[in-house]
């Protein structure tokens, strides 16, 4: 009984460490063809979301039945709580990477400005949040979790500046204004992706140290 529980809950985080490679995938490939007007690049992401929508099913049945049918206590308990959340944060994900698909497609076709402003480094360092709370999982890594939630104060002070220098290119030429809210769309979508990968590294460590770190409470703790 023992060993068929073992092999449930590998099996659970194996199909997360799937679904979290396709919804970095997904952002992946919706920010390069946001930065190189590739609308094919963007097809395909939301093609491809469906994929990210069915292993969320499959994987809250997984978590169900665990809870249901084998009562886990302690840190498994926490795992499979855990699994929960991060499942329904990677499918969220994938949304607001169709989200900057269509944007991206849509960019393409009214655009001749470049998506520069402080986006581009958005990108990255959203993209590296991310591959970062998933490695975190992936390998147990709190220490990656930790440098997660660092970023992400600087992700939010990104998006409110491209928002505001936007702002002053709608302003200053009226001809901007859809070129310039579809990257507006992007650095929102952006920012939400880094507070989805916040949230999965704040779940890590919940799983390995029984902590809870959401709202700063760790900060708090140790004043």
Request: negative net charge.
């Amino acid at each position: 009984m023992q060993r068929h529980f073992e092999q449930e809950i590998e099996k659970l985080k194996t199909l997360l460490i799937k679904m979290s490679s396709l919804a970095e995938e997904a952002i992946a490939k919706s920010i390069r063809a946001m930065l190189e007007k590739r609308p094919a690049i963007a097809q395909q992401v939301v093609d491809e979301d469906s994929v990210i929508n069915s292993m969320e099913v499959e994987i809250d049945q997984a978590v169900v039945d665990l809870l249901a049918l084998q009562q886990p206590v302690a840190s498994d308990l926490r795992f499979i709580l855990a699994a929960s959340k991060i499942n329904n944060d990677l499918e969220r994900i994938g949304d607001h990477a169709v989200n900057i698909a269509e944007s991206a497609r849509k960019f393409s076709e009214i655009s001749t400005m470049e998506p520069v402003v402080d986006i581009p480094q958005m990108s990255q360092i959203t993209k590296g949040m991310l591959r970062d709370a998933i490695d975190g999982f992936i390998h147990s890594n709190t220490a990656l979790c930790r440098a997660v939630l660092k970023n992400d104060d600087l992700i939010d002070e990104l998006n409110k500046k491209v928002v505001n220098e936007l702002v002053e290119v709608i302003r200053s030429d009226p001809k901007m204004v859809e070129e310039a809210l579809e990257l507006i769309r992007v650095s929102r979508n952006l920012e939400r992706v880094a507070d989805l990968a916040t949230n999965i590294a704040e779940e890590v460590i919940f799983i390995r140290e029984a902590r809870v770190v959401k709202h700063h409470l760790e900060d708090r703790d140790s004043e």
